[in-house]
Every structure is written in C-alpha cells, then in structure tokens.
C-alpha cells in the first residue's frame, strides 16, 4: 500500500519564558539516553567489496527490559519534569542513533558518537492542549505550564491540516501544520544538465529544452573581473575585505534573482514534471575544480536546483559518466569540445544534448541502446546525428525546443 504524502509547514511565535534549565536538562537527557544506546551497540567486522575491513555496527537494542525498563528507569532517577520527556528523549535518541548508522554504513559519517549540542524540545502532538486558541504545554505536571496564545497568529488563515510537533528553544515555539498532501498526476520527467552557459534538458516528447544561462554566467563574470581588480590594488586599501564582501553579496543577489525567475518560468511551463538533475552535492566538495567554468556551473546547479526544489519535483541523478557515455550504444568515450562523438557506433551529438539524454535515461531506470535511442527520438522528426547546425526547412520545425519566455531570460536555440 503508497503510504500517504504530507506537507509540513513550520510557523514560528517568539515568547518571553525563560526555559534555559529545562532545555539545558532535556538536552543533557538526550544525551544520556545517547549514551547508554551507543553503549549497547555491537560491532561486526566485515569485508566491503574492495576487500577493505569496516566495523559494522549493530541496530540499537529492540528489547523491551532494556528500552521500556533499564533505560527509562534510568532516566527516570533525576528527572523532575513530566515524564512524558522521558519518553520524548529515549524516541529520539533511537531516531539518531539509527539515522547516525544509515549515513555511517553509506560512508558519509565516521565511527563517532552522535553529541547533541543545540538546546531543544520536540513536543509531540500527545503532550500539549490546543484550548480555545490556546496551546498548553506541560512542563512540570501540575506545577509548571506554559501558554502560547495563537488566536491571533497571521498564520492561522494560510495553515493547512492540524497542528503536529512542536519545537521549543529559548526563543521561539515552532508550530507545526500536516496537511495530506494532494495526488498531482505526472506528465513526465525532464532530466537537466548543468553548463556554464546553458541549462540542457530533455525530455522524449519535448525533445532538447535548451536554456540560456549566459547572463548568469556574465553576472559571475563581472564580480569576477572586479575583485581581480580590487585585489590588485589590495596594498592600498586596507578596507579591501568590506568591498568584497559587498561584492559577493551583490553578485550573490543578482544570480539569485536571475535563477528565482528562470526556476519559476520552468515550473510553470513544465508543470507536472519531475525534474531531474545530477547529484554534485558530494562530489563537488572532493574534487572542487580549480576551473573558473567549472566552478560557476557548479555554483549556478547549486542555486537552481535549491530554488527549483521548492518549486517542482525534483529527483537527484548520479553524475557518473554522464558526459562521457553514448547515449545510443552506452560506450565512454574522451569528450572533448562542442561535439560529442562515439568511436563505437559513430554518433555525433551535442555534448549537452548527449548528457541531458543519460540522465534522462538514468532517470527512468535504463541503460542506453541502438533501440531505445531511435525511440526517443522518434518524436522528433528529422533528428540530425550530426552536431551541425540542421538546415531549417519544412521538416525541421517539429523539432525546435519550446520556447521558455525569450524576451526576457531564457532563451533557447534551436535543436542541431
Ligand atoms: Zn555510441
């Protein structure tokens, strides 16, 4: 059976209580239960598949003397507010605990004890009231509440659902709203490769979807050139650190604007698609290429797909060989220049174009092939394997892109 989708939003009041202690001893409870919970782990030595020894670790113990009894007890001895935190922590420090593995087993994390830091309470939806406009949160049974007067928050009008959890630190109560999340039916998926200059998508139907991003990259070119030149005269100035951070903050705003409007312009006109893009989260931290264009289409995927991820489905793709594959017979190949060309079975196809089909392919599950390529071009007649310009007949004009709002930014050129 789908498990149902929902829609958290978070909404935040300000209060003026004073609940350092009892954040500060719920904080040290959850690190107690961290504790006694890591203690209990087994280690497994085990063999990964380049022959490397790794310390496995075991789930956090499931039996009941030691969750329900041992650990709660424990907890129990020194704790003079309600009971239920108790509970609240063992619940979380599971949840850590188990979320600290998962990443461990994947790599992403070492061989070290998860440490709470942040003073913070989880306040699940069975341990506060909601009476007339008013939530109510026990703190020390019949001793200590505190109330939240909601009444007349401004968000009462925009939330959807019920309230869920709510956070409290020494600031503010964060306010949960669930709401079931409405089935959009899916038209497609649209698979985007990331350049300097462009933002190449593809999609069987639509075909090759080529976005401009020339005037994002000449916005990064322009801070570029200024603090190249600020720093030339560096020795002179010794107040050269507060203009460049003026500078980066600009050029941050512009790009951000530009991307804002490119995103929402994408959304709009592939409503209902799941976009996907490759996944350089991890790999652009460890190769962090020196290359100025490089380094700005790195920045600019950033942007947009944090931008885009608020306003469309997206999917994250992994990048291996996405430029380097033929995207009809699946050998790698060097790709150098405009063109990409496969010594195996002859393509010849924009490097762009070639990679936004790979991850289109990627995508949906399949590995490249004579027959599946020849289908996904079926739609366009008169695909060209060459990278040259085509000759704009009659017969072309299936095959030219969607236009995606030329007049003011993104622009898209024709399909070669
Ligand atoms: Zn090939």
Redesign the pocket.
């Given at each position: 059976m789908r498990k149902d989708l929902y829609e958290i939003r978070a909404y935040n009041i300000k209060h003026n209580y004073n609940v350092t202690d009892f954040l500060e001893a719920y904080r040290l409870l959850l690190q107690k239960a961290i504790d006694e919970v890591w203690n209990k782990i087994v280690w497994v030595e085990k063999y990964d598949k380049e022959g490397k020894r790794r310390l496995i670790p075991s789930q956090p113990p499931k039996d009941k003397e030691f969750k329900h009894h041992y650990l709660r007890n424990l907890l129990m001895k020194d704790w003079s507010y309600s009971k239920h935190y108790v509970d609240s922590a063992i619940k979380q420090a599971y949840a850590i605990i188990k979320s600290w593995r998962r990443s461990y087993i994947k790599g992403e994390r070492r061989i070290s004890k998860p440490i709470t830091r942040k003073r913070f309470v989880r306040i699940k939806e069975t341990l506060y009231s909601l009476q007339n406009g008013k939530i109510i949160v026990s703190i020390k049974p019949n001793k200590q509440y505190l109330e939240f007067d909601i009444s007349k928050a401004w968000f009462l009008s925009r939330a959807k659902g019920n309230i869920g959890e709510l956070i409290l630190n020494e600031k503010y109560l964060t306010i949960t709203f669930r709401a079931k999340k409405k089935e959009k039916k899916v038209k497609g998926k649209i698979a985007w490769d990331c350049n300097e200059k462009s933002l190449d998508g593809f999609n069987p139907e639509i075909g090759w979807i080529k976005l401009d991003l020339t005037k994002l990259f000449h916005i990064h070119r322009v801070y570029e050139l200024k603090r190249k030149r600020l720093q030339q005269e560096a020795t002179k100035k010794p107040s050269i650190k507060k203009v460049l951070a003026k500078y980066s903050k600009r050029e941050k705003n512009r790009a951000k604007d530009f991307v804002h409007k490119l995103t929402t312009q994408i959304s709009k006109e592939f409503k209902d698609f799941i976009h996907g893009f490759e996944d350089l989260r991890k790999q652009s931290m460890l190769n962090y290429s020196k290359e100025h264009n490089r380094r700005i289409a790195t920045t600019n995927w950033r942007t947009i797909t944090s931008f885009i991820a608020y306003k469309s489905n997206i999917k994250f793709l992994n990048p291996k060989n996405s430029t380097k594959t033929?995207s009809?017979?699946?050998?790698i190949n060097a790709s150098k220049g405009a063109v990409y060309e496969?010594k195996?079975?002859?393509?010849r196809i924009d490097r762009q174009l070639n990679a936004a089909i790979n991850l289109y392919l990627k995508m949906e599950g399949l590995s490249p092939s004579q027959k599946l390529f020849n289908e996904l071009m079926k739609a366009w007649s008169g695909f060209a394997l060459t990278g040259e310009k085509a000759n704009e007949g009659f017969d072309e004009l299936e095959r030219s892109p969607r236009l995606v709002n030329p007049k003011r930014f993104a622009c898209l050129s024709k399909t070669t």
């Open positions: 033929c009809r017979c699946g050998m496969c195996a079975c002859g393509l």
